[in-house]
């Protein structure tokens, strides 16, 4: 079964920059479609975005288009989400998570990774 294992949370300030990368072992990383979800203090887990197998199709969740960016490096199993201008509501644990799918929308979100907090200071 696949392990996925994010990094790269931290502190940052509002308006600044954070990328986080989540790495996959134990399957074949770059035939699946992979996404980030959060969850912030008292509220339930959203979803954050997506991306194909291929890297070529994403999705986003309006609260974050146009400042968030998710991508792939299939060479290195990586899937990376660079977060810009943030803002202190996008203080959450953020989690990576893998679909069973080639292609988008997500599907059958069964693994998933430890997560990794993001904290944004205004």
């Known amino acids: 079964q696949v392990q996925l294992v994010e990094s790269g949370g931290g502190l940052a300030q509002a308006g600044g920059s954070l990328r986080l990368s989540c790495a996959a072992s134990?399957?074949?990383?770059?035939?699946?479609?992979m996404g980030w979800f959060r969850q912030a203090p008292g509220k339930e887990r959203e979803f954050v975005a997506a991306v194909s197998g291929s890297g070529r199709m994403t999705d986003y969740a309006d609260s974050v288009k146009g400042r968030f960016t998710i991508s792939r490096d299939n060479a290195k199993n990586t899937v990376y989400l660079q977060m810009n201008s943030l803002k202190p509501e996008d203080t959450a644990v953020y989690y990576c998570?893998?679909?069973?799918?080639?292609?988008?929308?997500?599907?059958?979100?069964?693994?998933w990774g430890q997560g990794t907090l993001v904290t944004v200071s205004s």
């Open positions: 134990g399957r074949t990383f770059g035939r699946y479609a």
């Open positions: 998570v893998g679909g069973t799918s080639y292609s988008l929308p997500l599907d059958n979100l069964e693994v």
